[in-house]
């Protein structure tokens, strides 16, 4: 059974540049969250899909945007890049069946906005 | 507005004794609750889980303690190895508008555990 994959390990963008980062969920789950997790701070989340639509949203602006593909990989996006947008970023995978459904981290993106 | 929190940033213990990691929260909805290790340059990973309707789960060497009318539960790790060394991260899940289910973090305890 393969884990929850993350590419790429780090990444330096400037300020006001785009940003796709990517994650392969584990074998046979449907759902993925994002994480981003700021230096010193627990992660917060950005948004989940399930079956290819956006889910569920946190408090992040809409230049933070997904997508799920029928594979169930997925792609976070990040327009317009702003220097507090440096940090980690983790993907999530579930297999929503009932009750709680546990989520499985990848390693994370590091993500510097100089 | 931090719906979890974790006070202490720091906890340094010897091996063999008890290692207790607190954590509280406000939100009364929350109905399962989890403590993620990470070390560095991994995901977290879930250790041990309880919910709502407990007030006790044992896992081996991990015990956690869910108190809801203190809105409190800590981890207890009997006895700490050096291998236990990583950040602590407590958890709530949450349901979102849209009906999904996502975790709250709180900011995560470095135990140390010193042989």
């Known amino acids: 059974e393969t884990g929850v994959t993350q590419s790429p390990t780090h990444l330096i963008k400037t300020r006001g540049q785009q940003v796709t980062l990517r994650c392969s969920s584990q074998?046979?789950?449907?759902?993925v969250s994002w994480y981003q997790q700021a230096l010193g701070q627990g992660p917060q989340f950005i948004f989940q899909y399930y079956r290819e639509e956006e889910n569920g949203r946190g408090n992040f602006p809409p230049r933070f945007s997904g997508l799920q593909f029928p594979n169930y990989s997925s792609e976070l996006n990040v327009n317009a890049l702003e220097l507090d947008d440096s940090a980690l970023y983790l993907c999530?995978?579930?297999?929503?069946?009932?009750?709680?459904?546990?989520?499985?981290f990848g390693p994370g993106t590091r993500l510097t906005v100089l | 507005d931090q719906q979890v929190k974790q006070n202490s940033p720091s906890l340094s213990v010897q091996e063999g004794r008890i290692s207790i990691l607190n954590c509280d929260y406000t939100?009364?909805?929350?109905?399962?609750f989890l403590w993620y290790k990470k070390y560095p340059a991994e995901g977290p990973t879930s250790l041990i889980s309880?919910?709502?309707?407990?007030d006790k789960n044992e896992d081996g060497r991990f015990t956690v303690f869910l108190n809801k009318s203190a809105k409190h539960l800590s981890l207890h790790i009997v006895p700490s190895q050096p291998g236990d060394s990583a950040v602590y991260f407590c958890?709530?899940?949450?349901?979102?508008?849209?009906?999904?289910?996502?975790?709250?973090f709180g900011k995560g305890t470095k135990l140390t555990v010193n042989p």
């Open positions: 939100n009364s909805m929350f109905d399962y």
């Open positions: 309880i919910s709502s309707i407990k």
């Open positions: 999530a995978s579930s297999l929503v069946v009932s009750g709680y459904n546990e989520q499985f």
């Open positions: 074998s046979g789950h449907n759902t």
């Open positions: 958890a709530a899940s949450a349901v979102t508008q849209g009906g999904s289910e996502k975790l709250v």
